[in-house]
């Protein structure tokens, strides 16, 4: 993170568009995913995915990293601790969300999902 600290405005700012949301949601289950997976999984565009990753990754909620011509977000790994506990709230509350138990099957039956080269 840099110097700027976290803060939970930002965080919920963050939060406030259900795309987000549930990018957030989908990666409190997986180490890493690619744009193309969440393009997969939320049946959105890869531009509006793309838009939805940028504003997490201005909040500092996300980290990216590229292989070859794929690019592959993570939670950010210096988190703090009241950060990821909302978050694990938020996929807990999304628990009944039928958008987001469609998304997630989706995403865990993707054919030729693509192969991490290392871990996140």
Same mark, same amino acid.
């Given at each position: 993170? $840099?110097?700027?600290?976290?803060?939970?405005?930002?965080? =919920?700012?963050?939060?406030?568009?259900?795309?987000?949301?549930?990018?957030?949601?989908?990666?409190?289950?997986?180490?890493?995913?690619?744009?193309? %997976? #969440?393009?997969?999984?939320?049946?959105?565009?890869?531009?509006?995915?793309?838009?939805?990753?940028?504003?997490?990754?201005?909040? %500092?909620?996300?980290?990216?990293?590229? %292989?070859?011509?794929?690019? #592959?977000?993570?939670?950010?790994?210096?988190?703090?601790?009241?950060?990821? $506990?909302? =978050?694990?709230?938020?996929?807990?509350?999304?628990?009944?969300?039928?958008?987001?138990? $469609?998304?997630?099957?989706?995403?865990?039956?993707?054919?030729?999902?693509?192969?991490?080269?290392?871990?996140?």
């Amino acid at each position: 993170m $840099s110097a700027r600290r976290l803060d939970p405005t930002t965080l =919920l700012r963050a939060l406030v568009d259900p795309t987000r949301a549930r990018i957030m949601a989908l990666l409190d289950g997986e180490p890493d995913i690619c744009v193309c %997976e #969440f393009c997969h999984a939320l049946a959105e565009t890869q531009p509006k995915i793309s838009r939805h990753l940028a504003a997490l990754r201005a909040a %500092e909620l996300v980290v990216d990293r590229r %292989e070859g011509t794929r690019v #592959f977000y993570a939670l950010h790994p210096r988190l703090p601790a009241w950060a990821r $506990s909302l =978050l694990g709230a938020l996929a807990h509350g999304f628990a009944d969300d039928a958008a987001l138990r $469609s998304a997630r099957t989706r995403l865990q039956q993707m054919p030729q999902r693509p192969q991490r080269a290392n871990a996140a």
